[in-house]
Structure formats: structure tokens, C-alpha cells
């Protein structure tokens, strides 16, 4: 059982440059969501899916797109790398319903935007 | 939107002394209120929640307590230990939105 599965782990862009963090999840959970965590902030939300074909925006989604074509994968896009974007990103999933609503973290994805 | 506060930012206490770690949120919409750890260069992991028609929840030397018409809900660690050092967040949620607080630094001191 893998889990929420995140790749990469580790990332240097370049100003300008596009890329995209991959996520997937095995646990059927519908609801699936991306944070970026900077020092002193906590976890902050990016997007988040309620199930496939449903996305939504969070508190910081400017220069991030995601889409959620299937119920285990939850792509985020950074479309115009910018050195603001330095940080730590999980991915996270859980089931939707009022009981067994843990959010389980991938390992994260740490980017360097330089 | 939902908006959580944490309470200190850092904390240092002695092996086997308490460390509670207090939180505040807005939304009274918020019905499930999760505590994570998480160590240096690790994934945050569940290990303590609350819901929000339960007051008080108990797990071995780990405790929360949530006061709905305060909106205010805290984490009680007993007879710390080094292995408790870390770094802990509260969490709240509203309409599958979950929004966490800044984070607390543990340091158990030997």
C-alpha cells in the first residue's frame, strides 16, 4: 500500500521555466488537495479536488493550475516559474465523508526556483 | 475563509515535563480539528483529531480539548520525552477545506 506517492522529490527551475509535481494516491479517496509549506507559515492551501473533474482554488492559487482527470492523480502546474515559489509542496488525500477523514501527506517536493 | 492561529511558536520544556500548544480559528462552520507532527525533512502525520460534538479526546500521553463556543481547541502532551521534539501543527476544517495554524517548535530538553 503506497500511500500518497509524490514525485519529484527534489526540483531546481529556472525563472520562467514550466514544470509539473505529480501526486497519485491508491486509497480511492475522493478528495485530494496541494499545500506549500514556507518557514514560519504552515501549510497553505494551493487547490484541492472534491473527486474527478472537480477543482477548486485555495488561500494562494495564483501561478498554479491543477486538474483531476482521474479519482488517483492530482497534478499541480506551475506555469511561469518564479523564485516566490521556492518551497516545500505536499500533496495530500482523504476520504470526503464525515468519519476516516485523515489527510495523508505524500513525502513532498522540494523547489528551488532560482 | 478559515483563519488559524497557534500559540507559541516555539516551546522548550524539560524531559518529562507537559507542553500544551493552544489554537484559535474563525469559521464556526469547522466541525473536525486534527493535530500533525512533523519531524525534520518528514511528511506531517496525523496524531491526535477532534470532532466538533466531541469536547475532549485522550490518547495515551496526548490530549485535546475543544471549546466550540470559544473556537478555541489545544494539544496537552504529558511527560515529554525527546522523540516528542518536533515540530506540530492544529489544523481546522470547513467544507473540505482544511487550514492549518503556523506551526509550534517542541524542543525536549534532556
Known amino acids: 500500500n503506497a500511500g500518497v506517492t509524490q514525485t519529484p522529490k527534489f526540483q531546481v527551475l529556472k525563472t520562467g521555466q514550466s514544470m509539473t509535481l505529480q501526486c497519485a494516491q491508491d486509497m480511492n479517496h475522493e478528495y485530494m488537495s496541494w499545500y506549500r509549506q514556507d518557514p514560519g507559515m504552515g501549510l497553505r492551501l494551493i487547490h484541492y479536488?472534491?473527486?474527478?473533474?472537480?477543482?477548486d482554488q485555495g488561500e494562494v492559487p495564483n501561478g498554479y493550475n491543477v486538474s483531476r482527470s482521474t479519482t488517483e492523480d492530482f497534478p499541480l502546474r506551475l506555469l511561469s516559474a518564479a523564485p516566490s515559489q521556492t518551497s516545500v509542496y505536499f500533496c495530500a488525500s482523504s476520504y470526503s465523508g464525515e468519519v476516516n477523514t485523515e489527510a495523508f501527506f505524500g513525502q513532498g517536493t522540494r523547489l528551488t526556483v532560482v | 475563509g478559515e483563519n488559524v492561529e497557534q500559540h507559541p511558536s516555539t516551546l522548550s520544556v524539560q524531559e518529562g515535563d507537559s507542553a500544551v500548544i493552544k489554537c484559535t480559528y474563525s469559521d464556526s462552520a469547522s466541525n473536525y480539528f486534527p493535530w500533525y507532527k512533523q519531524e525534520l525533512g518528514k511528511r506531517p502525520q496525523l496524531i491526535i483529531d477532534?470532532?466538533?460534538?466531541?469536547g475532549e479526546k485522550k490518547d495515551q500521553r496526548i490530549a485535546v480539548t475543544l471549546n466550540k463556543t470559544a473556537k478555541h481547541f489545544s494539544l496537552h502532551i504529558t511527560e515529554t520525552q525527546p522523540e516528542d521534539s518536533a515540530v506540530y501543527f492544529c489544523a481546522a476544517r470547513a467544507d473540505y477545506k482544511l487550514s492549518f495554524g503556523a506551526g509550534t517548535t517542541v524542543t525536549v530538553r534532556a
Open positions: 477532534i470532532r466538533s460534538n466531541v
Open positions: 479536488s472534491v473527486g474527478a473533474g472537480i477543482t
